[in-house]
Protein backbone atom coordinates (compact mmCIF):
# COMPACT_ATOMS: atom_id res chain seq x y z
CA UNK A 1 0.00 0.00 0.00
CA UNK A 2 1.18 3.70 -0.63
CA UNK A 3 2.68 5.27 1.97
CA UNK A 4 2.53 8.98 4.06
CA UNK A 5 2.96 11.39 1.07
CA UNK A 6 4.30 14.64 2.23
CA UNK A 7 4.56 17.83 -0.26
CA UNK A 8 6.36 19.65 -1.29
CA UNK A 9 9.99 17.85 -0.02
CA UNK A 10 11.71 20.91 -0.36
CA UNK A 11 11.04 24.97 0.54
CA UNK A 12 12.34 27.69 0.47
CA UNK A 13 10.60 31.20 1.99
CA UNK A 14 11.47 34.36 2.83
CA UNK A 15 10.72 35.55 6.22
CA UNK A 16 7.34 37.51 6.86
CA UNK A 17 5.79 34.53 4.40
CA UNK A 18 3.51 32.11 5.22
CA UNK A 19 3.36 28.46 4.08
CA UNK A 20 1.16 26.04 3.43
CA UNK A 21 2.42 21.86 3.64
CA UNK A 22 0.52 18.84 2.25
CA UNK A 23 0.31 15.21 4.00
CA UNK A 24 -1.88 12.26 2.34
CA UNK A 25 -2.18 9.64 5.28
CA UNK A 26 -2.09 6.02 4.90
CA UNK A 27 -5.43 4.77 3.39
CA UNK A 28 -7.64 3.82 6.40
CA UNK A 29 -5.99 5.88 8.91
CA UNK A 30 -7.97 8.12 10.26
CA UNK A 31 -5.61 10.22 12.57
CA UNK A 32 -2.61 13.03 11.25
CA UNK A 33 -0.49 14.06 12.90
CA UNK A 34 2.30 16.75 12.34
CA UNK A 35 6.21 16.74 14.21
CA UNK A 36 8.47 19.42 14.09
CA UNK A 37 12.49 18.44 13.87
CA UNK A 38 15.13 20.77 14.07
CA UNK A 39 18.70 19.53 15.36
CA UNK A 40 18.75 21.98 18.73
CA UNK A 41 15.17 20.37 19.96
CA UNK A 42 14.39 16.97 18.41
CA UNK A 43 10.95 15.86 17.23
CA UNK A 44 7.89 18.31 18.85
CA UNK A 45 4.44 17.50 18.23
CA UNK A 46 2.33 19.97 16.65
CA UNK A 47 -1.06 18.87 16.35
CA UNK A 48 -3.07 15.81 15.43
CA UNK A 49 -6.30 15.49 13.10
CA UNK A 50 -9.04 12.81 14.03
CA UNK A 51 -11.66 12.63 11.98
CA UNK A 52 -11.32 16.07 10.68
CA UNK A 53 -11.48 18.01 14.38
CA UNK A 54 -7.98 18.97 16.33
CA UNK A 55 -7.77 16.37 19.02
CA UNK A 56 -4.52 17.09 20.58
CA UNK A 57 -1.95 20.36 20.18
CA UNK A 58 1.61 20.80 21.32
CA UNK A 59 3.23 24.30 22.45
CA UNK A 60 3.33 26.07 19.39
CA UNK A 61 2.33 29.51 19.01
CA UNK A 62 -1.04 30.79 16.79
CA UNK A 63 1.20 30.86 13.41
CA UNK A 64 1.19 26.77 12.71
CA UNK A 65 -2.13 25.78 12.26
CA UNK A 66 -3.52 22.96 10.44
CA UNK A 67 -6.63 21.32 9.51
CA UNK A 68 -7.87 17.62 8.04
CA UNK A 69 -10.19 17.00 4.94
CA UNK A 70 -13.00 14.51 5.39
CA UNK A 71 -10.25 12.18 2.71
CA UNK A 72 -8.34 12.23 6.07
CA UNK A 73 -5.36 14.65 4.00
CA UNK A 74 -4.22 16.94 6.41
CA UNK A 75 -2.08 20.71 5.72
CA UNK A 76 -0.63 22.74 7.98
CA UNK A 77 -0.08 26.38 7.50
CA UNK A 78 3.10 28.45 9.16
CA UNK A 79 2.27 32.38 8.37
CA UNK A 80 4.18 35.05 9.24
CA UNK A 81 7.31 32.94 8.59
CA UNK A 82 10.52 32.93 11.11
CA UNK A 83 14.10 32.11 10.62
CA UNK A 84 13.73 30.00 13.59
CA UNK A 85 11.05 27.95 11.48
CA UNK A 86 13.69 26.41 9.49
CA UNK A 87 13.07 22.51 9.96
CA UNK A 88 11.89 19.66 8.48
CA UNK A 89 8.01 18.89 9.20
CA UNK A 90 7.55 15.33 9.50
CA UNK A 91 3.52 14.06 9.28
CA UNK A 92 2.29 10.37 10.60
CA UNK A 93 -0.58 8.26 10.37
CA UNK A 94 -2.07 5.37 12.23
CA UNK A 95 -5.52 4.04 12.65
CA UNK A 96 -4.65 3.27 16.05
CA UNK A 97 -4.05 5.02 19.58
CA UNK A 98 -1.18 5.01 21.43
CA UNK A 99 1.37 5.78 18.56
CA UNK A 100 2.53 1.95 17.95
CA UNK A 101 1.05 2.55 14.84
CA UNK A 102 2.94 5.60 13.39
CA UNK A 103 3.82 5.39 9.70
CA UNK A 104 5.82 8.70 8.91
CA UNK A 105 6.42 10.61 5.82
CA UNK A 106 9.76 11.41 4.63
CA UNK A 107 8.99 14.89 5.26
CA UNK A 108 8.91 18.72 3.67
CA UNK A 109 12.41 20.76 4.59
CA UNK A 110 11.60 24.43 4.89
CA UNK A 111 14.12 26.83 5.05
CA UNK A 112 13.40 30.15 6.26
CA UNK A 113 15.97 33.19 4.55
CA UNK B 1 11.50 21.02 30.23
CA UNK B 2 12.42 17.60 28.32
CA UNK B 3 10.27 14.94 29.70
CA UNK B 4 12.23 12.65 27.65
CA UNK B 5 15.93 13.00 27.01
CA UNK B 6 18.96 10.90 25.85
CA UNK B 7 22.05 11.88 27.40
CA UNK B 8 24.12 10.02 24.47
CA UNK B 9 24.30 11.75 21.51
CA UNK B 10 25.94 8.92 19.61
CA UNK B 11 27.27 5.64 19.92
CA UNK B 12 29.91 3.75 17.93
CA UNK B 13 29.99 -0.14 18.59
CA UNK B 14 31.67 -2.52 16.43
CA UNK B 15 29.56 -4.81 14.12
CA UNK B 16 28.35 -8.18 15.71
CA UNK B 17 28.66 -7.08 19.32
CA UNK B 18 25.72 -5.18 21.55
CA UNK B 19 24.34 -1.66 20.94
CA UNK B 20 22.37 -0.11 23.90
CA UNK B 21 20.60 2.99 23.65
CA UNK B 22 19.39 4.48 26.92
CA UNK B 23 16.40 7.10 27.49
CA UNK B 24 15.32 8.52 30.48
CA UNK B 25 11.98 9.90 31.07
CA UNK B 26 10.20 12.16 33.99
CA UNK B 27 6.83 12.34 33.46
CA UNK B 28 4.80 9.38 35.50
CA UNK B 29 1.85 9.61 33.09
CA UNK B 30 3.80 7.71 30.63
CA UNK B 31 2.29 4.60 29.63
CA UNK B 32 3.68 3.57 26.57
CA UNK B 33 7.34 3.92 25.24
CA UNK B 34 8.25 3.18 21.70
CA UNK B 35 11.67 3.14 19.54
CA UNK B 36 11.98 4.84 15.95
CA UNK B 37 14.62 4.38 13.87
CA UNK B 38 15.74 6.85 11.35
CA UNK B 39 18.01 7.21 8.52
CA UNK B 40 18.80 10.62 6.95
CA UNK B 41 16.21 11.96 4.53
CA UNK B 42 13.75 9.31 5.45
CA UNK B 43 10.67 9.64 7.89
CA UNK B 44 11.23 7.85 11.73
CA UNK B 45 10.32 3.92 11.40
CA UNK B 46 9.13 2.26 14.33
CA UNK B 47 11.42 -0.08 15.51
CA UNK B 48 9.41 -2.17 19.13
CA UNK B 49 7.34 -0.77 21.92
CA UNK B 50 6.66 -1.57 25.32
CA UNK B 51 3.66 -0.81 27.51
CA UNK B 52 4.09 0.21 31.32
CA UNK B 53 2.72 -3.07 32.14
CA UNK B 54 5.64 -4.87 30.89
CA UNK B 55 9.37 -4.71 31.64
CA UNK B 56 10.69 -6.23 28.52
CA UNK B 57 9.37 -6.84 24.87
CA UNK B 58 11.30 -8.95 22.46
CA UNK B 59 11.61 -8.82 18.84
CA UNK B 60 14.31 -10.29 16.76
CA UNK B 61 17.97 -9.17 17.32
CA UNK B 62 15.94 -5.74 19.45
CA UNK B 63 15.04 -6.02 23.22
CA UNK B 64 13.28 -3.15 25.06
CA UNK B 65 13.44 -2.74 28.59
CA UNK B 66 11.77 -0.72 31.23
CA UNK B 67 12.62 0.24 34.36
CA UNK B 68 9.48 1.63 35.73
CA UNK B 69 10.97 2.78 39.13
CA UNK B 70 13.71 4.46 37.90
CA UNK B 71 11.83 6.12 34.72
CA UNK B 72 14.61 4.48 32.62
CA UNK B 73 14.35 2.45 29.41
CA UNK B 74 16.91 0.86 27.21
CA UNK B 75 17.10 -0.88 23.46
CA UNK B 76 19.84 -3.74 22.82
CA UNK B 77 20.70 -4.31 19.78
CA UNK B 78 22.31 -7.85 19.32
CA UNK B 79 24.05 -8.58 17.31
CA UNK B 80 24.84 -5.02 15.56
CA UNK B 81 24.96 -4.69 11.80
CA UNK B 82 26.23 -2.01 9.60
CA UNK B 83 22.47 -1.13 8.32
CA UNK B 84 21.56 -0.66 12.01
CA UNK B 85 23.53 2.58 12.10
CA UNK B 86 21.18 5.57 12.33
CA UNK B 87 19.73 8.02 14.40
CA UNK B 88 17.81 6.33 17.04
CA UNK B 89 14.59 8.25 19.02
CA UNK B 90 13.07 7.12 21.88
CA UNK B 91 8.77 8.12 22.61
CA UNK B 92 6.35 8.09 25.04
CA UNK B 93 2.50 8.53 25.14
CA UNK B 94 0.17 8.75 27.92
CA UNK B 95 -2.92 7.54 28.49
CA UNK B 96 -5.78 9.77 27.37
CA UNK B 97 -3.34 11.73 24.91
CA UNK B 98 -4.76 10.38 21.84
CA UNK B 99 -1.52 9.71 19.25
CA UNK B 100 0.77 12.26 20.71
CA UNK B 101 4.07 11.29 21.07
CA UNK B 102 6.61 13.03 23.41
CA UNK B 103 10.20 12.39 21.69
CA UNK B 104 14.10 12.21 22.99
CA UNK B 105 16.74 14.14 21.12
CA UNK B 106 17.88 10.43 19.97
CA UNK B 107 21.29 8.87 19.76
CA UNK B 108 23.26 8.50 16.61
CA UNK B 109 24.40 4.90 16.10
CA UNK B 110 27.39 3.73 14.28
CA UNK B 111 28.13 0.00 13.66
CA UNK B 112 31.71 -0.31 12.24
CA UNK B 113 32.22 -3.46 10.23
Known amino acids: KAGVTQTPRYLIKTRGQQVTLSCSPISGHRSVSWYQQTPGQGLQFLFE???????NKGNFPGRFSGRQFSNSRSEMNVSTLELGDSALYLC????????????FGSGTRLTVV | DQQVKQNSPSLSVQEGRISILNCDYT??????FLWYKKYPAEGPTFLISISSIKDKNEDGRFTVFLNKSAKHLSLHIVPSQPGDSAVYFCAASAKNAGNMLTFGGGTRLMVKP
Open chain 2, 27 to 32: NSMFDY
Open chain 1, 92 to 103: ASTDLTGGSGYT
Open chain 1, 49 to 55: YFSETQR
